[in-house]
């Protein structure tokens, strides 16, 4: 009380004007406080580690603010406050926060969750302070997000496709899964990790939210399968026979996975891959639920807009309709009496909307399959004239009813097939051995796809081979020979043969796929383009460029060099022009 008597009178003696008390009091008192906490400072830091660091800083602050309060005149409380974070925070951010074995990533590694809070707010309070633990945050999460996109780029890059280009198999072995799944999975666990950082360290702060989300975009994008695996994730989470998952599981999961879609800067290349998944699930009755599915799609709407979803919501009416329309074929078979001698069912696909082939994958039938074919397609043309029919083998699965009779009695069984492992079986009621080329000439099969649908009868898993190759070894040579294994059993009436699934895409397959988007992505460039000119009349070049990032980015960042070129083409084509005074000023011509 007498030091709050003494500071009190020097105050007075001001005469209304605090220069007395600064002068006298005030002025040395800190001085001697920021050389008395520069020493300390250094001496803590060498004793200590950053956790007992940060502690001891609190302490020391809650202790002169208080004794400012209850010995000093209270506009002092303030300014050895402002001491205490210069000396004991401010000139020592860096070494605190990358000290060796106990700074911010030390924290980080083992979930320091009170001692990050406790920095977190001593940092917020110094300029520059938050700004220091961000960067090294940032670097932490990229080091920690980079190495696991290029450690399961490399692991991973053999990944199974479930549902990619190739045979329509039935199923996948779930085994083959786990790389893409995996990655995703790691991916949504980092980014749950850190959000607990986020709101438990650091309040929800807007700058380290938007710098975290930048960090998983920067990692997220390093990897050029990340698309292509996002989609393969949520087509596990949205097949029948997932990992025991509710509903609510389901789409919980499905919320973090649209997350990581935000992320994606290639969005566009996210579509073509769902649309080749979704068509899987659709077309083999694999979806969990149509609910489920719906579900995803408003999620990637909401998104993106209803030009991105589109044609998923295309694919869903035609599955609509295709029930419809093979009710009808039904009745028309009963009013004529024709009997196809097998239950077909077929799906109408819209062209524009299903990831179909322009040109229908070959494929020679035997006679009363085709026959069902061409009943089929006669029935649809009458219905609907000027349209055109491809069937698409390549899509379809088929129910064989088989017989073996190897061993004491026979064995029936219905042998679940893909269309291609269908024509490959049914050759086998025509004579009993085939050469792999016979099989090719007869069927005419695409090489790739016949190749899948072989090893899967005949080298596949060992409760799944329906037949068997006579040339021993696992590898497929043009020359073996194949048979009918009679002596196949099961513990289940109903078998489902598993295609072999495409590792990911090969790399002609990848080439095929980005040659395609970047065709697509060449019309989008030219569309912005032609809209934006169309607007302004005139712009300058650079002008034009950003506007036209900025208008595409929700579906993919185009490069500038990409969008230069398809200035050139418009303005061959003459819907630009360039200015007579200035090459880099365009002028839209009506």
Same mark, same amino acid.
């Given at each position: 009380?007498?030091?709050?008597?003494?500071?009190?009178?020097?105050?007075?003696?001001?005469?209304?004007?605090?220069?007395?008390?600064?002068?006298?009091?005030?002025?040395?008192?800190?001085?001697?406080?920021?050389?008395?906490?520069?020493?300390?400072?250094?001496?803590?830091?060498?004793?200590?580690?950053?956790?007992?660091?940060?502690?001891?800083?609190?302490?020391?602050?809650?202790?002169?603010?208080?004794?400012?309060?209850?010995?000093?005149?209270?506009?002092?409380?303030?300014?050895?406050?402002?001491?205490?974070?210069?000396?004991?925070?401010?000139?020592?951010?860096?070494?605190?926060?990358?000290?060796?074995?106990?700074?911010?990533?030390?924290?980080?590694?083992?979930?320091?969750?009170?001692?990050?809070?406790?920095?977190?707010?001593?940092?917020?309070?110094?300029?520059?302070?938050?700004?220091?633990?961000?960067?090294?945050?940032?670097?932490?999460?990229?080091?920690?997000?980079?190495?696991?996109?290029?450690?399961?780029?490399?692991?991973?890059?053999?990944?199974?496709?479930?549902?990619?280009?190739?045979?329509?198999?039935?199923?996948?072995?779930?085994?083959?899964?786990?790389?893409?799944?995996?990655?995703?999975?790691?991916?949504?666990?980092?980014?749950?990790?850190?959000?607990?950082?986020?709101?438990?360290?650091?309040?929800?702060?807007?700058?380290?939210?938007?710098?975290?989300?930048?960090?998983?975009?920067?990692?997220?994008?390093?990897?050029?399968?990340?698309?292509?695996?996002?989609?393969?994730?949520?087509?596990?989470?949205?097949?029948?026979?997932?990992?025991?998952?509710?509903?609510?599981?389901?789409?919980?999961?499905?919320?973090?996975?649209?997350?990581?879609?935000?992320?994606?800067?290639?969005?566009?290349?996210?579509?073509?891959?769902?649309?080749?998944?979704?068509?899987?699930?659709?077309?083999?009755?694999?979806?969990?639920?149509?609910?489920?599915?719906?579900?995803?799609?408003?999620?990637?709407?909401?998104?993106?807009?209803?030009?991105?979803?589109?044609?998923?919501?295309?694919?869903?009416?035609?599955?609509?309709?295709?029930?419809?329309?093979?009710?009808?074929?039904?009745?028309?078979?009963?009013?004529?009496?024709?009997?196809?001698?097998?239950?077909?069912?077929?799906?109408?696909?819209?062209?524009?909307?299903?990831?179909?082939?322009?040109?229908?994958?070959?494929?020679?039938?035997?006679?009363?399959?085709?026959?069902?074919?061409?009943?089929?397609?006669?029935?649809?043309?009458?219905?609907?004239?000027?349209?055109?029919?491809?069937?698409?083998?390549?899509?379809?699965?088929?129910?064989?009813?088989?017989?073996?009779?190897?061993?004491?009695?026979?064995?029936?069984?219905?042998?679940?097939?893909?269309?291609?492992?269908?024509?490959?079986?049914?050759?086998?009621?025509?004579?009993?051995?085939?050469?792999?080329?016979?099989?090719?000439?007869?069927?005419?099969?695409?090489?790739?796809?016949?190749?899948?649908?072989?090893?899967?009868?005949?080298?596949?898993?060992?409760?799944?081979?329906?037949?068997?190759?006579?040339?021993?070894?696992?590898?497929?040579?043009?020359?073996?020979?194949?048979?009918?294994?009679?002596?196949?059993?099961?513990?289940?009436?109903?078998?489902?043969?598993?295609?072999?699934?495409?590792?990911?895409?090969?790399?002609?397959?990848?080439?095929?796929?980005?040659?395609?988007?970047?065709?697509?992505? @060449?019309?989008? %460039? *030219?569309?912005? =383009?032609? $809209?934006?000119?169309? !607007? +302004?009349?005139?712009? &300058?070049?650079?002008?034009?460029?950003?506007?036209?990032?900025?208008?595409?980015?929700?579906?993919?960042?185009?490069?500038?060099?990409?969008? @230069?070129?398809? %200035? *050139?083409?418009? =303005?061959? $084509?003459?819907?630009? !022009? +360039?200015?007579?005074? &200035?090459?880099?000023?365009?002028?839209?011509?009506?």
């Amino acid at each position: 009380m007498a030091l709050k008597s003494a500071c009190a009178m020097l105050m007075t003696l001001g005469l209304e004007s605090r220069t007395v008390y600064e002068e006298d009091f005030e002025r040395p008192f800190l001085e001697q406080s920021r050389e008395f906490y520069r020493l300390e400072s250094h001496r803590f830091l060498a004793e200590n580690s950053a956790s007992t660091y940060i502690q001891k800083v609190e302490q020391r602050l809650n202790e002169e603010g208080e004794r400012a309060v209850q010995c000093l005149d209270e506009s002092t409380r303030s300014r050895i406050v402002a001491v205490l974070e210069d000396e004991l925070i401010r000139c020592h951010m860096t070494t605190i926060v990358e000290m060796e074995n106990s700074g911010l990533v030390h924290m980080l590694e083992h979930d320091r969750f009170d001692d990050l809070l406790c920095m977190y707010k001593l940092f917020r309070a110094v300029s520059d302070g938050a700004k220091v633990m961000m960067e090294s945050l940032s670097r932490h999460l990229r080091q920690l997000g980079r190495e696991l996109v290029t450690e399961k780029c490399s692991n991973g890059s053999g990944a199974v496709g479930a549902g990619g280009s190739g045979a329509g198999g039935v199923g996948s072995d779930e085994s083959m899964l786990k790389s893409p799944v995996s990655f995703i999975s790691e991916l949504l666990d980092l980014k749950e990790r850190f959000d607990r950082f986020l709101e438990k360290s650091f309040l929800q702060d807007r700058q380290f939210k938007q710098q975290m989300n930048s960090d998983f975009e920067f990692f997220l994008n390093l990897n050029s399968h990340s698309p292509e695996y996002l989609s393969l994730f949520i087509d596990d989470k949205l097949k029948k026979g997932g990992k025991g998952l509710s509903e609510q599981e389901v789409e919980a999961l499905l919320d973090r996975a649209m997350v990581l879609f935000r992320f994606l800067q290639d969005k566009d290349v996210f579509e073509r891959y769902y649309k080749q998944h979704l068509a899987k699930r659709l077309l083999l009755n694999k979806s969990l639920s149509d609910d489920a599915e719906k579900t995803m799609i408003s999620k990637l709407k909401h998104e993106c807009g209803c030009q991105f979803t589109s044609k998923l919501e295309g694919m869903f009416k035609d599955m609509g309709v295709s029930d419809s329309t093979m009710e009808e074929f039904r009745r028309h078979l009963e009013n004529s009496g024709n009997e196809l001698g097998l239950d077909l069912y077929c799906r109408v696909l819209t062209t524009g909307f299903w990831p179909t082939q322009s040109v229908g994958a070959k494929c020679h039938f035997p006679p009363h399959v085709q026959n069902a074919f061409d009943v089929f397609k006669r029935f649809y043309l009458c219905k609907h004239s000027g349209r055109q029919l491809q069937l698409q083998p390549n899509l379809g699965s088929a129910d064989l009813n088989a017989c073996f009779y190897g061993g004491d009695k026979a064995r029936r069984h219905i042998i679940t097939v893909s269309t291609y492992q269908m024509a490959l079986l049914l050759l086998f009621n025509q004579r009993d051995r085939w050469s792999y080329e016979e099989l090719a000439t007869h069927t005419e099969i695409p090489d790739k796809d016949l190749m899948r649908a072989v090893q899967s009868l005949a080298v596949g898993k060992v409760t799944q081979r329906i037949l068997v190759k006579e040339n021993k070894g696992k590898e497929i040579l043009p020359a073996d020979t194949f048979i009918v294994n009679d002596g196949f059993t099961s513990k289940h009436y109903r078998v489902k043969i598993q295609t072999v699934a495409a590792r990911g895409e090969t790399d002609p397959e990848r080439k095929e796929t980005r040659c395609k988007v970047d065709e697509d992505r @060449k019309h989008e %460039i *030219e569309a912005a =383009i032609v $809209r934006i000119m169309k !607007a +302004r009349k005139t712009m &300058d070049h650079n002008q034009l460029v950003g506007e036209c990032i900025q208008q595409l980015r929700h579906r993919f960042v185009p490069a500038p060099a990409a969008i @230069k070129k398809r %200035i *050139e083409g418009l =303005i061959e $084509r003459d819907y630009l !022009a +360039r200015s007579d005074s &200035d090459r880099k000023v365009y002028h839209y011509v009506a």
